[in-house]
Protein backbone atom coordinates (compact mmCIF):
# COMPACT_ATOMS: atom_id res chain seq x y z
CA UNK A 1 0.00 0.00 0.00
CA UNK A 2 1.25 3.30 -0.88
CA UNK A 3 0.24 6.66 -1.03
CA UNK A 4 1.25 10.09 -2.09
CA UNK A 5 -0.60 13.42 -1.37
CA UNK A 6 0.60 17.14 -3.06
CA UNK A 7 -0.56 20.57 -1.74
CA UNK A 8 0.54 22.35 -4.66
CA UNK A 9 3.31 23.41 -6.76
CA UNK A 10 4.49 27.26 -5.52
CA UNK A 11 2.76 26.77 -2.17
CA UNK A 12 4.91 27.32 0.75
CA UNK A 13 6.48 24.38 2.76
CA UNK A 14 4.19 26.50 5.86
CA UNK A 15 1.00 24.30 4.67
CA UNK A 16 3.31 20.80 5.00
CA UNK A 17 1.33 20.30 7.91
CA UNK A 18 -2.14 20.18 5.61
CA UNK A 19 -0.68 18.03 3.28
CA UNK A 20 0.69 15.51 5.96
CA UNK A 21 -3.02 15.43 7.40
CA UNK A 22 -4.31 14.83 4.10
CA UNK A 23 -1.51 12.03 3.53
CA UNK A 24 -2.40 10.21 6.85
CA UNK A 25 -6.35 10.63 5.92
CA UNK A 26 -6.16 8.56 2.53
CA UNK A 27 -3.47 5.74 4.96
CA UNK A 28 -6.08 5.23 7.45
CA UNK A 29 -8.84 4.80 4.77
CA UNK A 30 -6.60 2.35 2.46
CA UNK A 31 -5.51 0.74 5.61
CA UNK A 32 -9.18 -0.03 6.30
CA UNK A 33 -10.61 -0.26 2.58
CA UNK A 34 -8.05 -1.39 0.66
CA UNK A 35 -9.45 0.67 -1.41
CA UNK A 36 -7.00 3.28 -4.04
CA UNK A 37 -9.78 5.42 -5.39
CA UNK A 38 -11.60 5.84 -1.72
CA UNK A 39 -8.18 6.79 -0.40
CA UNK A 40 -7.14 9.04 -2.67
CA UNK A 41 -10.48 11.05 -2.89
CA UNK A 42 -10.24 11.00 0.72
CA UNK A 43 -7.00 12.85 1.23
CA UNK A 44 -7.77 15.20 -1.80
CA UNK A 45 -11.41 15.97 0.07
CA UNK A 46 -8.99 16.97 3.54
CA UNK A 47 -7.46 19.61 1.18
CA UNK A 48 -9.92 20.46 -0.42
CA UNK A 49 -11.64 21.79 3.28
CA UNK A 50 -8.32 23.30 4.07
CA UNK A 51 -9.01 26.94 3.31
CA UNK A 52 -5.12 27.29 2.82
CA UNK A 53 -5.12 25.17 -0.10
CA UNK A 54 -6.10 26.45 -4.17
CA UNK A 55 -8.72 24.03 -4.03
CA UNK A 56 -12.52 23.58 -2.65
CA UNK A 57 -13.07 25.94 -0.23
CA UNK A 58 -9.76 27.94 -0.47
CA UNK A 59 -10.28 28.12 -4.11
CA UNK A 60 -8.51 31.32 -5.90
CA UNK A 61 -10.67 33.65 -8.03
CA UNK A 62 -11.39 33.77 -11.38
CA UNK A 63 -10.70 37.75 -12.88
CA UNK A 64 -14.63 38.42 -12.47
CA UNK A 65 -14.36 37.25 -8.47
CA UNK A 66 -16.26 33.85 -8.96
CA UNK A 67 -14.78 30.53 -8.23
CA UNK A 68 -15.03 27.64 -10.64
CA UNK A 69 -13.50 24.33 -9.95
CA UNK A 70 -11.86 21.57 -11.84
CA UNK A 71 -11.46 18.10 -10.84
CA UNK A 72 -10.67 14.83 -12.16
CA UNK A 73 -10.24 11.40 -10.82
CA UNK A 74 -9.32 8.09 -12.22
CA UNK A 75 -8.38 4.57 -11.55
CA UNK A 76 -5.98 2.01 -13.26
CA UNK A 77 -8.83 -0.44 -14.06
CA UNK A 78 -9.58 2.32 -16.78
CA UNK A 79 -12.11 4.40 -15.58
CA UNK A 80 -12.19 8.33 -15.23
CA UNK A 81 -14.23 11.53 -14.22
CA UNK A 82 -13.34 14.83 -14.87
CA UNK A 83 -15.31 18.03 -14.12
CA UNK A 84 -14.64 21.64 -15.53
CA UNK A 85 -15.79 25.04 -14.47
CA UNK A 86 -17.85 23.38 -11.58
CA UNK A 87 -19.58 26.32 -9.17
CA UNK A 88 -21.03 26.17 -5.61
CA UNK A 89 -20.05 22.86 -4.37
CA UNK A 90 -17.78 21.90 -1.86
CA UNK A 91 -16.01 18.99 -2.62
CA UNK A 92 -15.11 19.20 -6.77
CA UNK A 93 -13.58 15.77 -6.70
CA UNK A 94 -16.86 13.97 -5.71
CA UNK A 95 -18.64 15.30 -8.23
CA UNK A 96 -15.77 14.09 -10.68
CA UNK A 97 -15.31 10.76 -8.69
CA UNK A 98 -19.23 10.07 -9.75
CA UNK A 99 -18.37 10.30 -12.93
CA UNK A 100 -16.28 6.92 -13.35
CA UNK A 101 -19.32 4.55 -13.37
CA UNK A 102 -21.49 6.77 -16.15
CA UNK A 103 -20.70 6.68 -20.09
CA UNK A 104 -19.88 10.26 -20.60
CA UNK A 105 -16.27 10.89 -18.88
CA UNK A 106 -16.07 14.61 -18.52
CA UNK A 107 -18.57 17.72 -18.06
CA UNK A 108 -18.08 21.58 -18.02
CA UNK A 109 -20.32 24.73 -16.78
CA UNK A 110 -24.54 24.08 -16.30
CA UNK A 111 -23.92 20.29 -17.08
CA UNK A 112 -21.86 19.71 -14.48
CA UNK A 113 -23.80 21.61 -11.76
CA UNK A 114 -26.88 19.68 -13.23
CA UNK A 115 -25.20 16.69 -12.82
CA UNK A 116 -23.95 17.38 -9.49
CA UNK A 117 -27.58 18.46 -8.18
CA UNK A 118 -28.58 14.74 -9.72
CA UNK A 119 -26.26 12.92 -8.09
CA UNK A 120 -27.64 14.59 -4.45
CA UNK A 121 -24.77 17.37 -4.08
CA UNK A 122 -26.02 20.16 -2.70
CA UNK A 123 -25.15 23.70 -3.32
CA UNK A 124 -22.63 25.59 -1.09
CA UNK A 125 -21.58 28.83 -1.28
CA UNK A 126 -17.94 28.31 -2.11
CA UNK A 127 -15.91 31.75 -0.55
CA UNK A 128 -12.63 31.49 -2.31
CA UNK A 129 -9.56 32.87 -1.55
CA UNK A 130 -8.81 36.67 -1.92
CA UNK A 131 -4.99 36.47 -0.93
CA UNK A 132 -4.31 35.68 -4.49
CA UNK A 133 -2.54 32.74 -5.57
CA UNK A 134 -1.41 30.37 -2.84
CA UNK A 135 -0.16 27.96 -4.88
CA UNK A 136 -1.97 25.70 -7.54
CA UNK A 137 -4.21 22.87 -7.74
CA UNK A 138 -3.80 19.53 -4.61
CA UNK A 139 -4.01 15.81 -5.10
CA UNK A 140 -3.16 12.46 -4.45
CA UNK A 141 -2.39 8.84 -5.63
CA UNK A 142 -2.76 5.86 -3.95
CA UNK A 143 -2.33 2.47 -4.51
CA UNK A 144 -4.13 -0.79 -2.77
CA UNK A 145 -2.29 -3.88 -1.74
CA UNK A 146 -3.70 -5.95 -4.69
CA UNK A 147 -1.79 -2.96 -6.83
CA UNK A 148 -4.59 -0.89 -7.98
CA UNK A 149 -4.00 2.41 -8.61
CA UNK A 150 -6.10 5.48 -8.28
CA UNK A 151 -5.54 9.22 -8.88
CA UNK A 152 -7.75 12.01 -7.60
CA UNK A 153 -6.84 16.20 -8.59
CA UNK A 154 -8.73 19.20 -7.69
CA UNK A 155 -7.91 22.93 -8.41
CA UNK A 156 -9.06 26.72 -8.28
CA UNK A 157 -7.23 27.56 -11.11
CA UNK A 158 -4.67 30.34 -11.83
CA UNK A 159 -5.36 33.67 -10.60
CA UNK A 160 -5.98 36.16 -13.09
CA UNK A 161 -7.85 33.81 -15.79
CA UNK A 162 -11.20 34.28 -17.06
CA UNK A 163 -13.88 32.72 -16.45
CA UNK A 164 -14.28 29.45 -18.66
CA UNK A 165 -10.94 28.91 -18.80
CA UNK A 166 -9.92 25.46 -18.75
CA UNK A 167 -6.64 24.25 -16.68
CA UNK A 168 -4.42 20.82 -17.24
CA UNK A 169 -6.20 19.77 -14.16
CA UNK A 170 -9.02 17.87 -15.59
CA UNK A 171 -7.37 17.15 -19.04
CA UNK A 172 -6.95 13.35 -19.45
CA UNK A 173 -2.88 12.99 -20.34
CA UNK A 174 -2.37 16.47 -19.28
CA UNK A 175 -2.83 17.34 -15.91
CA UNK A 176 -3.69 13.27 -14.51
CA UNK A 177 -3.47 9.59 -16.33
CA UNK A 178 -3.78 6.31 -14.62
CA UNK A 179 -3.40 3.01 -15.94
CA UNK A 180 -2.18 -0.80 -15.05
CA UNK A 181 1.26 1.01 -14.91
CA UNK A 182 0.98 4.10 -13.04
CA UNK A 183 -1.00 6.51 -11.52
CA UNK A 184 0.28 10.44 -12.43
CA UNK A 185 -0.36 13.84 -11.74
CA UNK A 186 0.28 17.21 -12.09
CA UNK A 187 0.39 21.01 -10.74
CA UNK A 188 1.31 24.04 -11.63
CA UNK A 189 1.04 26.62 -14.63
CA UNK A 190 -2.13 24.95 -16.38
CA UNK A 191 -1.55 26.12 -19.75
CA UNK A 192 1.86 25.07 -20.07
CA UNK A 193 1.71 21.59 -18.94
CA UNK A 194 -1.40 20.89 -21.40
CA UNK A 195 1.01 22.33 -24.18
CA UNK A 196 3.18 19.72 -23.09
CA UNK A 197 0.48 16.86 -22.57
CA UNK A 198 2.84 16.35 -18.97
CA UNK A 199 1.79 13.24 -17.64
CA UNK A 200 1.49 11.17 -20.32
CA UNK A 201 4.80 12.02 -21.71
CA UNK A 202 6.25 11.85 -18.37
CA UNK A 203 4.78 7.96 -18.40
CA UNK A 204 6.60 7.37 -21.78
CA UNK A 205 9.58 8.76 -21.28
CA UNK A 206 11.03 6.30 -18.68
CA UNK A 207 9.98 3.69 -16.40
CA UNK A 208 12.17 4.70 -13.97
CA UNK A 209 9.70 7.40 -12.27
CA UNK A 210 12.62 9.76 -10.76
CA UNK A 211 14.19 10.13 -14.37
CA UNK A 212 10.69 10.38 -16.10
CA UNK A 213 9.36 13.39 -13.33
CA UNK A 214 13.09 15.06 -13.54
CA UNK A 215 12.64 15.17 -17.39
CA UNK A 216 8.71 16.27 -17.24
CA UNK A 217 9.80 19.14 -14.99
CA UNK A 218 12.47 20.76 -17.02
CA UNK A 219 10.35 20.66 -20.18
CA UNK A 220 8.89 23.52 -18.97
CA UNK A 221 11.50 26.83 -18.32
CA UNK A 222 12.20 27.36 -14.83
CA UNK A 223 10.10 30.47 -14.52
CA UNK A 224 6.73 28.47 -14.78
CA UNK A 225 6.22 26.51 -11.91
CA UNK A 226 5.48 22.98 -12.59
CA UNK A 227 5.40 19.90 -10.31
CA UNK A 228 4.37 15.99 -10.55
CA UNK A 229 3.80 13.21 -8.61
CA UNK A 230 3.10 9.58 -9.19
CA UNK A 231 3.38 6.09 -8.03
CA UNK A 232 4.14 3.00 -11.10
CA UNK A 233 3.39 -0.19 -10.76
CA UNK A 234 7.09 -1.20 -10.53
CA UNK A 235 7.26 -0.02 -6.47
CA UNK A 236 8.13 3.28 -7.58
CA UNK A 237 6.27 6.63 -5.64
CA UNK A 238 7.88 9.93 -6.27
CA UNK A 239 7.66 13.52 -6.79
CA UNK A 240 9.45 16.21 -8.74
CA UNK A 241 9.32 19.73 -8.72
CA UNK A 242 10.81 23.23 -10.40
CA UNK A 243 9.42 24.86 -7.34
CA UNK A 244 8.47 24.43 -3.64
CA UNK A 245 5.89 21.79 -3.76
CA UNK A 246 4.75 20.60 -0.24
CA UNK A 247 4.37 16.47 -0.34
CA UNK A 248 3.87 13.53 1.69
CA UNK A 249 4.40 10.06 1.28
CA UNK A 250 3.25 6.82 3.19
CA UNK A 251 4.04 3.60 2.59
CA UNK A 252 4.04 0.24 4.26
N1 LIG B 1 -2.95 23.52 -12.69
C1 LIG B 1 -4.20 24.07 -12.49
C2 LIG B 1 -4.57 25.07 -13.43
O1 LIG B 1 -3.74 25.62 -14.17
O2 LIG B 1 -5.73 25.35 -13.52
Not at 104 to 119: N, P, R, S, Y
Request: aromatic residues 6%; charged residues 20%.
Amino acid sequence: MKIICHGGAGHTPKVQDGVDKAAEEGWKILKKTNNALLAATAATIVMEDDFRFNAGTGSCLRDDGRVQNDAAVATSDGKMGAITNLQDFKNPVLVARELLDEFVTMLAGEGAIQFALEKGFKKTKVIGSEKGWTGDTVGAVAQSSDGQIAVASSTGGVRGRPVGRVGDTPLWGSGFYCDKNIGILATGVGEAITEQLMCYRVYQYSEDLEEAMNWGVKLLPKDVGVGIIGIHSNGQIYGSSNTTMPFTIIKD
